[in-house]
Structure formats: structure tokens, C-alpha cells
């Protein structure tokens, strides 16, 4: 199935395939071009017409209705092209002619004529006058510098790139730049072109008026306008495209799946890539990130798609627009199902609780002190997220959380505390394996508690929101000296009356639920 | 052929064109996709776009006519003819052309000699 185009040619009308009538009205034009606007020209243009309609009536019979692409070549071939006739007259082209016939309809195609390869190269040259060899050297030193880049650029200029593949389309290939002085004479000529074309309507049918013609203007300037508008927005949308994805590939995958802090507005960061590792294990990871990147780059590549297709007025290619979608659609199913699959190792919540009586006199103080000693150099390379800190030490990651201590009264004379690991995972079991893999020291001697200040996770940990709760049960009005260092872990959601300031070592005890201070004499 | 052949040959062949239009046109009226048949045979063109503006000048200058005749297919044809003042023309050409060749010749022939 082929779209055919009605047109009429000296009074008959002929049905001719869209490709052949493309062809068939650049070939026109150009003739229109060759011979000028005068009166002259108008005359053998429509004499030319006339044998075109002439030629194609031979051409219909009752079996074959409509000229084919095939026709026009061979009524091309018997009128001349714009070259041959140029030869045959022994005039040469005049080179402002050419521009003028050029300037109107051009096109970036593949040239396939001049090409090594796709004639990527041959068509860029064809279409921006530089010369060929030229970009070539451009290409092969891209080539070798940009680490295989170079490479896909090329592959998608090869994809995206129409090849030239009618004499048509090889005119259009050829051509200058396109910029704004460019635009604008384009658009001047077209209108020249329909208001010398009005006028001669005007002098075959006398119901042209002045009106008509300022409304012809009118929506000859309003074509003008969107002409440059959009090409405006084609090349916005070019930059915006290519902005983010530099922007996107930058903070995604750029990065690196490495341990490498970098800093942003001030703050640490970590690679993407890096922190879904902690978080999913590295296959997932990189399931993940594939499908992220398809659902983010594969709209952004469209985009700068369509504006390099309003730029340079590319056919639209159906086929490629069609896999980009169903490129699109399956990488956004692969990310839900991996979403998913990495949510469903988080479901659980798993504890592992060690509880611990003191035997101790109601009399004693009970001592509580922090081992406050860093588990790791500040020197080395670090980075905090909370009150959780991932360290790298010699290609090793570790990783260190802070408990939080709850201090309560007990209902009774007993003393007592109950280290609580918490943790995620994929079912309960799983969680509480998670939970019990979490290391953390404090000691007791006597009645003195020295807790740690940090729990570690351990050696190729993965992040399951791992905690320690530490519950100290006292009985009512027993002393306690408290460290002021052990208010850095102390949970102060818990309704202490003591406020932040007045963490002082010193002496405190349990008194209606509330922890206060006990002023010595 | 190389550069400079091809440059005289597109010269000669713009003068010697006019000419052969007129002298196929005189024996009798034309169509111009007609005119074609006779002249290539000799190679001179191909193709029938080079005629239309030949003939649309010769028809401005006064020294071919035409009239709308109907054709068998298709709508009426303009077919060529020749007017007084392209008789003369053409008989001017004719002694050109006499003179020329007859230069020609003997330049050969001297310098075979």
C-alpha cells in the first residue's frame, strides 16, 4: 500500500505515489529555478508541464492508474535534468543560481556515492560544505579518543540519518548552511515564490483583491514565524536533551560503581551505583540501573531525536520510533520487576533480644561510661549519613551505626538490661539472621557499664536498616553516675526532663519514670 | 574528453544549435519533442529540455511562430513553424555556415598537404 497525491498538470489530473511526486515537484522547482521567475520562464515551464502530462498520459492504462516513481525518472530522463540541460545549452550553472535553487529544500541524508562506511561522513559534508576529507580526520581522531563513544555516536547517526536514495533527495542532500540569514532568505523566496504565484491567479481569474492578498501576506508571515520557531524549538530541545543526559549519565553511571566521595553543594555524596550496590548486592544493582537507564535516556535520546528532525528537517522513521517505545515500555517493566524483587528483601522486620540481669546492691552507684573511641581514622576516607558512617580502609568497607539507649524504671527492685538487634529482610528468618550478624561490644565490671560507641555491621554487609536498642531497666531511686559521653546515644525522644544542655557528667537517678539529676553534697 | 575539449565543444554546439532547429523546422511544422528524434542521431542532445528555451527564444525574437493543433492523445500541442524573418535569419546562418565550413576544409587540407 502506497499514499498517492492527486495533482493536475496542464488541465489533466494524474494520481502519482507520494515518493514519485517528491521527486517529480523538486524536479520542477529546480527547472522553475533554472529558468527564472520571468515571463519567459512561465512559459516554458508550462510548455515542460504540458509534455510531463503528456508523457504520463502514455503512461495510464485501464491496469495502471497511478505513476510510480519509476514514471517520473523516465520522464526525467527524456526532459533532462537542470545539468544536462545546462550541458547540452553550453552554459555553465552560475553559482548564485545554484544557491538560490538549493537553499529552499535541504536535507542531511547519507550519502551513498561517496561513502566508506554509511556515508555518514560523505552526507555531513554534503550537507555543511565542509569539506569531506576534513571531517573524516575529525571522525577518525574522535575515533580514537573518545573510548568507543565516537563509535555509537556514529552507529545512531548511521540509524537516524535517512541515506539519499532518489535523485531528489541527493539535490536536497546538497546545500548551505542552515543559519538565520539562511532561514531568512528561504522564507522571503517562498513568499516571492507564492506571491508571484497569486499574482498570476490574479491575471487568470479576476477575483483576486487586495484583501486576499494582505491575507495571503498574513499567513505567508504566520508560516514564517513557525518556520523559525520551529527551529527554535528543535534546537532547545537538542540542548535540553543533551544537557541531561550529560547531567543524568553523570549521576547515575558516570560515576563509577566504586567507593568514591564527591562533593555537591557542599554535601558528600556517594555514586548512585554504589549505594544501590550496599543496598541490593551487585547483579541486582546493575539489572537495576540497566533498566533505570533505559527508561531515562531512551525518552531523553527522542527527544534530542525530534529536535535534530525539526533542525534539519529529517524524515521521521516510524520503524524507530516504534522499538524506542517498546524499548522504553520493557525497560520500565524490568524496573518495576527489580523494584520489587530489591523492596521484597526489606519486607520483614527481624529482632534478636539478649536480656541480662545485674546482681547488684541497692546501695551501690552504678557507673555508666562510653567507650568512646573512634573504630575508625577520621583520616581516612569517609562519609556519614546520620548517625551512620561508611569507612574504607585499604579496599575494605566498613560500615558503623550508633545504638540508641532507652533508660526506664524498673516496676520492681531488679536491675537489668536487653540488647536489641533489629534488621530487615526477605522473611522473618531471614531478618533475624540480618539482626544477629550485627556486632556490638560493651562490658560490665562490677557495676560499671562501658557501652560502645559505635555496632559494626559485618564484612560484605548489605544495608537491611540495621540498629541496636539498648534497654537499661533501673529500679527507682537507684544512684547512677553517668558519663556525659553517654548522652550521645541516649534516646532523647524518651520523656527525660533534662535537656541537651545540661548533660553533665554526674549523678542521676529513676524517680517517677523520669531520669533526673541528683545534686551531692 | 577532457576539460578544455568538453569547453569548445559546449561552445560550438551553443551556436550550431539555434541553427539546426530552424533548418528542421523550415521543412515543415514541429512539435518539439519531435525535433529531438533528428538530433539525436548525432548526439547533439539528449534531452528535450535543452529545446524548450531554445525554441521559446527563437519564438520571442520573431523567428518562429506557433498554433494549437490537437493531438490524438492527450490536450492540443503547440506546433512550431517558421516566419519570414526566421527565413532570413536562417539564410544568413546558411552563408555563415557555408563560409565556415568551406574555412574549415581548407585549413584541413593545407595542413594535410
Known amino acids: 500500500m502506497k499514499k498517492t497525491v492527486s495533482i493536475h498538470l496542464n488541465g489533466l489530473i494524474f494520481n502519482i505515489d507520494e515518493d514519485a511526486y517528491m521527486v517529480l515537484s523538486s524536479y520542477i522547482d529546480e527547472l522553475k529555478a533554472y529558468f527564472g521567475s520571468k515571463e519567459e520562464g512561465y512559459e516554458i515551464i508550462n510548455d515542460i508541464e504540458a509534455r510531463i502530462a503528456e508523457l504520463f498520459s502514455e ?36 553559482s548564485g543560481f545554484q544557491d538560490k535553487e538549493q537553499r529552499s529544500k535541504r536535507k542531511l541524508y547519507r550519502d551513498q556515492e561517496l561513502r566508506i562506511l554509511g556515508g555518514v561522513c560523505s552526507g555531513l559534508s554534503a550537507y555543511t560544505g565542509i569539506n569531506l576529507l576534513a571531517i573524516r ?52 523566496e517562498e513568499y516571492q515564490e507564492v506571491k508571484s504565484r497569486f499574482r498570476e491567479m490574479k491575471r487568470g481569474n479576476n477575483f483576486g483583491n487586495k484583501l486576499e492578498n494582505a491575507g495571503k501576506g498574513f499567513v505567508q508571515g504566520l508560516n514564517a514565524f513557525f518556520k523559525v520557531f520551529g527551529k527554535l524549538i528543535g534546537a532547545s530541545f537538542i540542548a535540553l536533551g543533551v544537557f541531561l543526559t550529560f547531567i543524568l549519565a553523570f549521576g547515575l553511571f558516570a560515576s563509577s560503581s566504586e567507593f568514591f566521595i564527591f562533593e555537591i553543594a557542599g554535601a558528600n555524596m556517594l555514586p548512585v551505583p554504589y549505594v544501590l550496590k550496599l543496598f541490593a548486592g551487585t547483579t541486582t544493582a546493575y539489572v537495576f540501573l540497566i533498566a533505570l537507564a533505559v527508561v531515562v535516556f531512551v525518552p531523553l535520546l527522542s527527544l534530542i531525536y525530534s529536535g535534530v528532525s525539526i533542525l534539519f528537517n529529517l524524515k521521521s522513521m516510524r520503524a524507530l520510533n516504534i522499538s524506542l517505545l517498546v524499548l522504553w515500555i520493557s525497560g520500565l517493566a524490568m524496573l518495576i520487576a527489580v523494584s520489587v524483587s530489591i523492596s521484597t528483601r526489606f519486607i520483614s522486620n527481624g529482632e534478636i533480644t539478649q536480656k541480662s540481669h545485674i546482681t547488684h546492691h541497692p546501695q551501690s552507684t552504678l557507673y555508666l561510661s562510653m567507650n568512646h573511641s573512634m573504630p575508625f581514622d577520621n583520616k581516612l576516607e569517609h562519609i556519614s549519613i546520620d548517625e551512620f558512617h561508611l569507612i574504607r580502609n585499604e579496599n ?83 544512684l547512677m553516675y553517668i558519663d556525659k559521653t553517654v548522652f550521645e546515644i541516649l534516646d532523647t525522644d524518651n520523656n527525660y526532663p533534662v535537656s541537651e544542655a545540661i548533660f553533665e557528667s554526674g549523678y542521676y537517678m529513676m524517680k517517677n519514670e523520669k531520669l533526673l539529676p541528683v545534686v551531692k553534697e | ?24 523546422i523550415e521543412k515543415n511544422e514541429v512539435y518539439v519533442p519531435d525535433i529531438i528524434e533528428k538530433l539525436k542521431a548525432s548526439n547533439l542532445i539528449v534531452v528535450e529540455g535543452t529545446l524548450y528555451p531554445l525554441v521559446m527564444r527563437l519564438k520571442n525574437s520573431g523567428y518562429l511562430s506557433y498554433q494549437w493543433k490537437e493531438s490524438t492523445s492527450g490536450p492540443p500541442r503547440k506546433y512550431y513553424s517558421i516566419t519570414e524573418a526566421g527565413k532570413n535569419l536562417l539564410a544568413d546562418l546558411d552563408t555563415m555556415w557555408t563560409e565556415l565550413s568551406n574555412t574549415i576544409e581548407s585549413l584541413k587540407n593545407n595542413q594535410t598537404s
Open chain 2, 1 to 24: 574528453m577532457n576539460m578544455d575539449t568538453e569547453r569548445t565543444n559546449s561552445q560550438m554546439r551553443k551556436g550550431i544549435l539555434e541553427y539546426c532547429i530552424l533548418l528542421i
Open chain 1, 396 to 478: 575494605k568497607l566498613t560500615a558503623f551505626g550508633t545504638p540508641e539507649l532507652n533508660i526506664q524504671q524498673s516496676p520492681d527492685s531488679s536491675l537489668y538490661y536487653e540488647i536489641q538487634r533489629v534488621a530487615r529482610g526477605s522473611n522473618k528468618t531471614d531478618a533475624s539472621k540480618n539482626a544477629s550478624q550485627i556486632r556490638y561490644n560493651y562490658s560490665i565490671n562490677d557495676s560499671a557499664i562501658v557501652f560502645d560507641r559505635y555496632f559494626k555491621l559485618p564484612e560484605s554487609f548489605s544495608i537491611r536498616f540495621q540498629s541496636i536498642n539498648i534497654k537499661l531497666v533501673v529500679p527507682e531511686g537507684k
Open chain 1, 59 to 94: 503512461k495510464i492504462k485501464p491496469s495502471k492508474q497511478v505513476i510510480s516513481l519509476h514514471d517520473v525518472e523516465e520522464v526525467i530522463s527524456i526532459l533532462g535534468r537542470v545539468e544536462e540541460i545546462c550541458g547540452e545549452a553550453g552554459e555553465k550553472r552560475e
Open chain 1, 137 to 188: 580526520i575529525i571522525f577518525m581522531v574522535l575515533f580514537l579518543f573518545s573510548a568507543g563513544f565516537m563509535t555509537l555516536v556514529y552507529l545512531v547517526l548511521w540509524l537516524i540519518i535517512p541515506k539519499a536514495r532518489t535523485v531528489a533527495e541527493r539535490l536536497e542532500m546538497k546545500g548551505k548552511d542552515i543559519n538565520i540569514s539562511n532561514i531568512e532568505n528561504t522564507i522571503k
